[in-house]
Each structure stands twice: as C-alpha cells, then as structure tokens.
C-alpha cells in the first residue's frame, strides 16, 4: 500500500508561501514513494470588503515573519493597494481547476500562484490573471477559463474546504 500525504494549503497564505521549497522537495525526494494529494483550504473565501489598514498591518507583520524564518521574498508593494478584497477562493478555485484538468499542473500552479502573488504583486484574485498563471504551468487558457467558471469546479473547491474543516485544519500549511 502505497501512502499518501494530504497537504492542505491557500495559495494566498503567506506561511504555505514560506513552505513552498519544502513541500517542492518533499515531492521530489519522495514522487515515487509518497502519493501527495493537495487539498485547498479556503483561508479567507468569500471576504467581500477591502482591507482596511488594521488588515493591511496584521498581513504585512506575518509577511516579515515568514520571509525572516524562511527567506522566501515578499513585494511589500502590495500594501499600497487601497481598493484589494483578501478573497482566496478564486486562487484556490485556479489550483483545483488545475488539478482537475490536468493533475499534474497542481504543484506548479500553486507555486506560480504564490510566486505571482508574493513577489510580483500580482492580483490573483481576478480570472485572467488565473488565466495567464495557468498558462505559464501548461494549461489552455481557454479551457482553464470555462473549467474554472463551471459549478462543478465551484462545487469541488468548497468540498476540498468543508474536507479541510471536517479534519479541524484551520492552519496552513498542514500536512496529515
């Protein structure tokens, strides 16, 4: 029997973000000896309103954190923005669309997501740029985008959530 490690992970949390090299290694090591199955979290679906400075304060102290103990790079840039809404579920929407055509892109898209988010400052949270990430892993932009409006990707996004919810994860990363 051939075991399997669930990593549950956002691509919009700074410390999955911080994670990214030693999950990419662990896969490496252990491809042909470990099953890794990705399950979306959902660290923030669904926020409907801008951040506030407050917000913007909390976020960028867990950026500085992060990039302190892990070394991975942050575009600080990012507080600048004045009109941003943390909603993480399209990301996470985008990974399991990518996992959905073509499973293999699953990893790449999450590294290219957080990649995007974290160091070019990009808005992940609007379709075409999802586009264009998926794009850059392999993907058929056009594809990925009828996929990722399709009920059946919104439906299986909010069942990796409610998995990750049923488990108690409520901190990402989380490996089981």
Request: glycine share 4%.
């Amino acid at each position: 029997m051939q075991k399997e490690l669930i990593y549950f992970v956002d691509p919009m949390c700074s410390w999955c973000w911080g994670f990214s090299p030693v999950i990419l290694s662990i896969r490496q090591t252990f491809a042909d000896r470990l099953s890794l199955r990705v399950v979306l979290g959902g660290l923030f679906p669904g926020t409907s309103r801008n951040m506030n400075e407050q917000t913007k304060n909390e976020i960028r102290e867990h950026w500085a954190h992060v990039n302190e103990l892990s070394g991975q790079l942050f575009n600080y840039d990012f507080f600048d923005r004045t009109d941003f809404t943390y909603d993480t579920e399209p990301a996470c929407r985008a990974v399991v669309t990518a996992r959905r055509l073509q499973p293999t892109t699953t990893l790449p898209m999450l590294e290219h997501l957080h990649r995007s988010f974290y160091t070019q400052n990009l808005d992940i949270t609007q379709t075409e740029t999802l586009s264009e990430v998926a794009s850059e892993v392999g993907l058929d932009p056009e594809a990925f985008s009828v996929a990722f409006d399709s009920q059946d990707i919104h439906e299986e996004t909010l069942r990796d959530f409610q998995f990750s919810r049923s488990l108690g994860v409520s901190g990402f990363p989380t490996l089981v």
